[in-house]
């Protein structure tokens, strides 16, 4: 459907890449070799994704040509759909748990910030109630498409739209991006998971190859229990972050200080507005390299931008050094020649 109102452009990008590297048809590398994009609304804001997908190219392979995305993708977001899973969770949430109308949950996600037409809310609601419905053994069709396939490859996610509340479980195949069940629990214990693995694997009526989830302990012990002896792979991206918070936050508060260190360079900048002097131009320059340090932001996991920021500091403040003493090492020697 057209839109009356264009979206503005997102402000965060993500690269996802397919975590698994090896054809299911004939165990040989599947290449990267081409990207798909699509912009989400999410409750952290519009995100813009970028898919890098994954095919095999040996003649003769059962799943030759066949894009295989990455496992991550379906965490985020349903097939063909505009709004995140979080946001699509929330709305559930608001709906069964607190019994709000669709004007009430309208408003309390405009509230947080997600861009959202009345009329989208209903349709998310009804996503919801078939995502909970969808009985895998129901539907024909997708028994079909698991069978032509051989095997799934299930990912399993937990979305809780609010901290101490319901948690969205959805089971998926990553091979056909299909949701294969999803159920409301009040806790994420590994007991309460093991009824929901036991139950897809009984219902889809193929092997399941491997398990692919962020790694959380109780999600670990369940996949052990319910599907033993099926491998189950961590998802690079999840779990880099999981595991790379502390260190993300300590970094974070690092910056924040050392922010605070640097305050005084606008003073020094409304000092030297407008000279043209030499030593102006020079004291320009550092002021500079320092407000170009600040806002030089990498992304979380990967970099870590207060450790970043007290580097190119140190570079200002060793230059500054090396200035003070050729200074000084002049002043000698004409001290000495005069
Ligand atoms: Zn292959």
Same mark, same amino acid.
């Given at each position: 459907? *057209?839109?009356?109102?264009? $979206?503005? &452009? ?6 996802? @890449? ?18 798909? $994009? $699509? ?8 995100? &813009?994704?970028?898919?890098?997908? =994954? ?37 559930? +949430? ?17 509230? &947080?910030? @997600? ?7 209903? !349709? ?8 909970? *419905? ?8 997708? =028994? ?27 089971? $998926? ?79 974070? !508060? *690092? ?26 131009? +020079? ?6 390299? +320092? %407000? ?24 200002? *403040?060793?230059?500054?050094? %090396? ?8 002043? =000698? ?6």
């Amino acid at each position: 459907m *057209a839109r009356l109102s264009a $979206r503005a &452009r997102p402000e965060r990008e993500r690269v996802l @890449v397919p975590a698994r590297q090896s054809c299911l048809g004939c165990g040989g590398h599947m290449r990267l070799r081409y990207e798909n $994009r $699509r912009s989400l609304v999410t409750l952290s804001g519009s995100v &813009r994704l970028r898919l890098r997908i =994954r095919r095999c190219e040996a003649p003769g392979c059962s799943r030759f040509h066949l894009p295989y995305r990455p496992e991550a993708e379906g965490a985020i977001a349903l097939p063909q759909h505009e709004f995140g899973l979080d946001v699509i969770a929330l709305v559930g +949430v608001l709906r069964h748990r607190d019994h709000r109308s669709v004007p009430e949950i309208h408003a309390a996600l405009q509230g &947080r910030g @997600v861009e959202i037409a009345e009329r989208s809310v209903t !349709n998310l609601l009804d996503r919801y109630d078939e995502l909970l *419905a969808s009985a895998l053994t129901g539907t024909r069709r997708l =028994r079909r498409v698991l069978k032509a396939q051989g095997g799934v490859i299930l990912a399993l996610d937990g979305l809780q739209p609010d901290v101490g509340h319901e948690v969205l479980w959805v089971l $998926r195949d990553c091979l056909s991006g299909e949701v294969l069940l999803a159920r409301s629990l009040l806790s994420s214990r590994s007991e309460d998971l093991v009824p929901l693995l036991e139950e897809v694997a009984a219902a889809v009526g193929v092997p399941i190859l491997g398990v692919i989830s962020d790694g959380q302990t109780s999600i670990r012990r369940a996949v052990a229990e319910a599907l033993p002896g099926v491998p189950h792979q961590l998802c690079h991206f999840h779990f880099l972050r999981e595991a790379a918070h502390p260190v993300f936050e300590a970094d974070r !508060n *690092a910056k924040k200080e050392l922010k605070k260190r640097v305050r005084g360079v606008r003073r020094i900048e409304r000092s030297v507005e407008g000279s043209e002097e030499p030593a102006a131009e +020079v004291a320009r320059g550092y002021c500079a390299a +320092v %407000r170009s340090a600040i806002t030089d932001d990498g992304q979380a996991p990967l970099a870590a931008s207060g450790l970043k920021l007290r580097s190119r500091l140190q570079a200002v *403040a060793d230059s500054l050094d %090396r200035v003070a003493e050729k200074g000084a090492e002049r002043r =000698r020697s004409r001290g000495c020649a005069d």
